[in-house]
Each structure stands twice: as C-alpha cells, then as structure tokens.
C-alpha cells in the first residue's frame, strides 16, 4: 500500500525531538568528559556529538497499569549501565556504531533470534551460551558489519570479540552476548573492533545512571553526560533507521516498582518471525531462568514476531532481554501469579511499543499501518488469519482478494493521515471468538525505492 502525498522530509513531517548533544549544556559536558581522552590512549573511540545526532520515534507503547518513563531506556531498571561510542566500524561518517549494556552481576537472560537458516555468527554464538548458561553480565553490539555470510572466519571474529569484551571486564567469555548489524558478507573490521572494546568497557563502567527513577531535569554536567552516553546508545546502531527507538515503564510488582527498558533497531527488511531488526530489553524484577525465558519469547511474538515493511527476513534477528532481580522483589517463579502476569503484561506493552516504533519508521515510510483481527477462537488464530480487511467503513479485501471500494474516500483518509505521518487504523472481523491479535506495517513509498536503490548490501 502506498500513501499519497508529497514525500517531505520525515523530520520537517513528524517535527521529532532533537538531542540535548546541541543544548549548551551538552556541548560542556562533553568538554569536560573529553578532556582526559585526548590521548593516544583513548584514540580507539569518540564521543564527540556529532556521532550520534539523531532524532527518536513518537512514543508508540500501549497504555495501561504502568507509567511510561520519560528519557527512559535499558538504563532505567536498576542494575545496569550502557554507553556508546564511534569505534570507526562504518565504512563512513561518525555516527556511533558501538554499545555496551553492562549489569553489574549477572543478570537472567533471555532471548529470541532468527529463524533464517542463514543464521549470522553472533546469532549462532549467543543461542550457544544460553544454551549452557542462564546468567550473562554484558550485551555488546555494532554496526557496520553483521558478520553475516562470513563462513568460519566470522564465527571466530565473534569469538575473539566475546573473548576481548570478557578480559575487560573481568569475567568469563559465556558472561557475553552479542548482537551486530551492518552489510552481510563482510568481515568485521578487527583492527578497530578490538582495540576500542576495552576502552567502551572504561566508559560503560565510569556511567552514573541519575534518570533510572523517573523524569530527568537536566541541571547538572554529569546528568548531561547521562543523557548524551544514553543518545549514543541508542543511535549505535542505527542503520537505515532515521530515528532513534526507546522506551522504558515502571510497574508495581509484589508491591514493589519494578522498571523495564528496552531499545532496538530496524526500518527495513522487516517481516514477521523478526527480520533485521536488533533488541535489548532490561527489568530489575527477580524472576526464574525459565520463566524468563517465557515471558521473553511469548513478548517478542506479539510484538516483533507482528510487524512487516517489505516482507523479507534476515539473518541477524536478535532480542536480548536481561533480569537482574536488583529491585528487590519476591521471585517470580510462576508466569501464571498475579506477579507474573503483572510484569509480563508490562514487558509485551514496551516489546509492542518498540516494534511499532519499526514499522513507523519502515524505509520511505508516512504513516503507520495497525491492523487488529478480532473474533477468532485463539490469539494465535487471529495473528495468522488471512480474510477480510475492513478501513474504516470501506471492505477493502475478503478472502485474501481485493473488492471494490470508494478510492476518493480512501484516498482522503490515507492523505490526511500520511501527511501527519500518523496511524492507519484497520480492524478484521473474523468471527465470534475471544481470540485478538495486532500487527503493524507501513506503506512503501517512492523514498523506500530510492533507498535500497543506494544501498550495498
């Protein structure tokens, strides 16, 4: 489906929020974290604002029994730390391209990936360790390079950078998780990945995390600094992306706040089971390695698992979601409590708001495209129906085939709401049931051509 409408520039349509890195503020703050990493021993990395100016998406989450936490992100639960840096990984510009989420003990770990049998060696690597463990201490990722097609060679690229990651921080190489994204068939570059691990490790643990309880109130230089490391965390890997995605909720669990911050990354190559789209979501609840794991998984497929842009499916797929237990709940060890259900409603809220934040920002996109299937027995019946589609009050489609309808109506519909790079809203019927499921999308306009038209892949 296509919008109509002239294709003006996304930021001018959407009107999204700048970077503090252009506050005077931000700019003296980076003056003063910079001033001792002017020497060769920090020549591995930048932290310079220019390499990570970028604006984030509109907030996308569902409301609910939770309260959505301004400038939050996989910061905001209590036990974790993350920065990112320019490490030179593109091939070029100085946009960040290297993050690291820290938790600091070992944090529960959970995780989705590819069902591509093109499984990229971060990927192959990541279901290895949490195949032998149910802890890890730090998620590191990059852009530039997937190390995707990269044969034997990228595996042990991605073992070596486990390995370096593991030596600075002083933990074992099982205790690290990685994630990458970037042009498939090319090797990392090693001469400037591995000599900027050890010093990203410096910056990540030096992090003060002043915004983990609530709205931030920028007032003093090492709140600024915060918020700048944060930025850069959230634009490392941002590939197509024109915006940044992130977001974090705070919800009583066991009578106790519990936090969840997530971000991720994608705009194209998106299609449901995931498909080039990168992940990290934190909570500070305690719970259980294996109901973890469930509440992971049973998150990512109604939220990730439901989106598409242009029905491909990659080889890099990835969501990484750590506990750390450090908000001092009861253990969850039952996903069907009321504790459990609490935090997994909570947690699939965030994983939705993200994924809807992908498909807004699908390459070219204008608008957002939401379709909720209603009447089917099951939840899983109602994502996998393929009958009529109804907008507003035109029927567009019955049985997978298209009808005839009021293009003048459905035009005007899809202009105003294009123009405002707003949401399509299309509800299915297919039946008496209980059964509900959403799924979300965007058009392709001229803009998407244009941009895989320019791009390597």
């Given amino acids: ?108 770990v959970g995780g989705t990936f590819t069902q591509n049998v093109m499984c990229a060696a971060p990927c192959l690597y990541c279901k290895e360790v949490m195949g032998r463990k149910d802890t890890v201490r730090a998620v590191l990722t990059n852009a530039g390079q997937a190390n995707a097609a990269t044969g034997e060679q990228g595996y042990k690229d991605a073992l070596e950078c486990a390995a370096a990651m593991a030596d600075a921080l002083g933990v074992s190489r099982d205790d690290i998780m990685l994630q990458s994204t970037g042009v498939i068939g090319r090797r990392m570059k090693m001469e400037n990945f591995i000599p900027a691990i050890p010093e990203i490790a410096k910056v990540t643990i030096q992090v003060r995390c002043p915004a983990r309880h609530g709205v931030v109130h920028v007032q003093c230089i090492h709140v600024s600094v915060f918020l700048q490391s944060l930025w850069r965390v959230h634009v490392h890997w941002v590939h197509a992306d024109l915006v940044s995605k992130s977001g974090a909720l705070r919800v009583m669990v066991g009578g106790k706040p519990v936090h969840i911050g997530g971000m991720c990354k994608g705009s194209g190559m998106i299609h449901p089971n995931m498909a080039t789209m990168l992940g990290v979501v934190t909570c500070d609840a ?44 009861p253990l969850i060890s039952d996903a069907n409590s009321a504790d459990g259900k609490q935090l997994e409603a909570a947690l699939t809220a965030l994983l939705q708001g993200l994924a ?21 027995r099951t939840d899983a019946e109602a994502r996998q129906a393929d009958l009529g589609v109804q907008m507003g009050s035109m029927p567009l489609m019955a049985k997978g085939q298209p009808l005839d309808f009021d293009k003048a109506a459905a035009n005007q519909y899809l202009k105003e709401t294009c123009g405002k790079h707003g949401t399509v809203y299309v509800k299915v019927t297919v039946g008496q049931g209980a059964g509900r499921g959403f799924a979300w999308g965007c058009d392709l306009s001229y803009d998407y051509v244009k941009i895989n038209a320019e791009y390597t892949t």
């Fill in 286 to 329: 305690a719970v259980t390695p294996e109901v973890w794991r469930g509440m992971v998984k049973r998150a990512s497929i109604a939220s990730f698992n439901q989106i598409t842009v242009d029905g491909d499916t990659s080889t890099n797929d990835c969501v990484i979601g750590l506990a750390s237990g450090a908000a001092g709940t």
């Fill in 1 to 108: 489906m296509h919008c109509p409408g002239k294709q003006a520039s996304l930021r001018q349509r959407a009107k999204l929020p700048s970077p503090v890195a252009h506050t005077p503020l931000g700019r003296a703050a980076f003056r003063v974290a910079n001033k001792k990493r002017s020497g060769s021993a920090m020549a591995a990395i930048s932290m310079e604002p220019e390499s990570f100016v970028i604006p984030a998406v509109p907030d996308l989450t569902p409301d609910g029994d939770w309260e959505k936490i301004l400038t939050g992100g996989v910061c905001t639960p209590k036990g974790f730390k993350a920065a990112g840096v320019f490490a030179g990984l593109r091939a070029s510009g100085k946009k960040a391209d290297l993050a690291l989420v820290l938790a600091d003990t070992d944090a529960v």
């Fill in 356 to 376: 809807k934040s992908i498909a807004w920002d699908g390459e070219g996109a204008t608008c957002l495209l939401e379709v909720e299937c209603v009447g089917a």
